[in-house]
């Protein structure tokens, strides 16, 4: 009388016709739902796909990550951590077991993301790309300026501004890449390879604006970490807000909080530049202008000393001339005539000085002290008087 | 020479004429060194007007830069 299914050894279900039957009636009874508790037994196949169980008190539940969901979660979980995973509830035919099929995976706080984050940067630190010392300093007056982001993000917008305010002069080459989702650290990489084959950059600016956690992953993305780490050409990174900090940031060259604060790194302000070469052009001639005035001061002691030297020699040569002119004057017979003494001179002019050159009768001069007396020899007498010795 | 080290260069001339112990006929060849490299650096800062442009890979490698508005 009774035909129902399952109600008689006739109406018996298949294993499979009911363990299907079951898993449609799981599926259609419970909505895709968040779950909590630890995790348990965590293994990882072959085929990519994550087995583990999640456990509390009082119960378990037999949990399947599918290799293209786990793309999507940061780090696989620890043994005993506390998660949370939102997923379908199922039944695993085969095997007839329930099964929680996980498409999001959360730890408790920071949980995940930050165990992604430590694995990646011990990696890198090991291999010194992290390394402080590897860091180049950047140039101070680039010409072009690299910029690696959306082209439509605010990030660019503002990189722009600050540019553009410090030094008009300075050439922006903006570089389009996808800065969040599924595809972005791929763009990022190419955008980075791009910039290193064109070579024109003299530095770069990589980054985005504030985002959530999720946005800004690819920035904590190990090909990304590894194309910043070799670029030939200086980076910049610039990812959300100051608290934001990824991995781009530990193997940049310099690390700005935010992308306004890259651009302020990237170019000096013109005016201070400007500024710069005055106080230099004043020191140049400020330098010369006191060379000359130190040389003129030499040339003046110079030719100070010269003169002295000269007056000097000049009065050595005066005292001279004045002590000879005494010694002339003391043999002159002026000096003579003035104390009375008279000198005879003929019409020649010679001196007459013995009785032999007086003729009776002949007119000579007599030298005085005050003039010339014209006399006649009366006579000539041997008895001369004698005459005082020379003074 | 970059325009780093052209101001690099500036610089040193700058220490070396405040020294006293330079030579003349040295301190008057620096001096002009110094006003040729200022006159440079200031032409280097003056001629630009910045661009903005974007960075386009054409399909066989070659980039092109195209103007931003």
Redesign the interface.
């Known amino acids: 009388m009774f035909d129902a299914p399952g109600s008689s050894p006739d109406q018996a279900f298949g294993v499979g016709e009911l363990t299907t039957l079951v898993k449609q009636a799981l599926e259609g009874g419970f909505p895709p739902l968040w779950v909590k508790g630890e995790v348990s037994g965590f293994k990882r196949h072959t085929n990519g796909h994550w087995y583990f169980s999640l456990k509390d008190a009082s119960g378990q539940l037999p949990c399947v990550v599918w290799a293209r969901e786990t793309r999507r979660i940061p780090a696989p979980p620890d043994e005993g951590m506390a998660v949370f995973a939102r997923g379908q509830l199922t039944v695993y035919p085969a095997q007839g077991k329930l099964q929680f099929m996980v498409d999001a995976l959360e730890a408790e706080g920071e949980g995940l993301w930050k165990k992604a984050f430590d694995a990646l940067k011990a990696k890198l630190d090991a291999e010194g790309l992290t390394d402080p010392a590897r860091k180049r300093r950047l140039p101070r007056f680039p010409r072009a300026v690299a910029v690696i982001t959306s082209l439509d993000g605010a990030a660019r917008r503002d990189i722009e501004a600050v540019i553009r305010r410090r030094h008009p002069g300075v050439d922006l080459v903006l570089i389009g890449a996808v800065v969040q989702g599924e595809g972005a650290p791929a763009s990022l990489v190419a955008a980075l390879d791009r910039l290193a084959r064109w070579g024109g950059a003299d530095v770069a600016i990589i980054g985005r604006g504030g985002g959530s956690r999720e946005d800004l992953w690819c920035f904590n993305d190990e090909s990304v970490a590894r194309a910043i780490a070799a670029s030939p050409v200086p980076i910049i990174s610039a990812v959300g807000h100051e608290i934001d900090v990824t991995i781009a940031d530990l193997v940049a060259d310099l690390r700005a909080a935010t992308p306004s604060v890259a651009a302020e790194h990237a170019v000096p302000i013109l005016a201070e530049v400007q500024d710069q070469l005055r106080r230099l052009g004043g020191r140049l001639a400020d330098a010369l202008e006191d060379r000359v005035a130190a040389e003129r001061r030499a040339l003046a002691t110079q030719l100070e000393r010269f003169t002295l030297r000269a007056t000097r020699m000049v009065e050595r040569r005066r005292a001279r001339v004045q002590q000879v002119a005494g010694r002339l004057e003391a043999l002159s017979p002026v000096a003579t005539l003035s104390r009375g003494f008279t000198v005879a001179r003929d019409a020649e002019g010679r001196t007459l000085a013995t009785r032999s050159a007086f003729a009776v009768g002949a007119t000579f001069d007599l030298l005085v002290q005050d003039g010339r007396v014209r006399a006649r020899t009366e006579s000539v007498h041997d008895d001369a008087p004698h005459l005082p010795s020379r003074a | 020479m970059?325009?780093?080290q052209t101001?690099a260069r500036?610089?040193q001339?700058?220490s070396s004429?405040?020294r006293?112990d330079?030579p003349?006929e040295e301190?008057?060849r620096l001096?002009e060194e110094?006003?040729a490299k200022?006159r440079e650096?200031?032409a280097a800062?003056g001629?630009?007007?910045?661009?903005?442009?974007?960075?386009i890979?054409g399909a066989s490698?070659v980039?092109a830069?195209e103007e931003?508005s």
Not at chain 2, 48 to 55: I, P, S, Y
């Open positions: 970059s325009f780093e101001l500036l610089e001339i700058a004429l405040d006293d330079l003349l301190a008057l001096f110094g006003i200022l650096a200031n800062l001629d630009a007007e910045g661009k903005v442009q974007r960075l890979e490698g980039f830069l931003e």
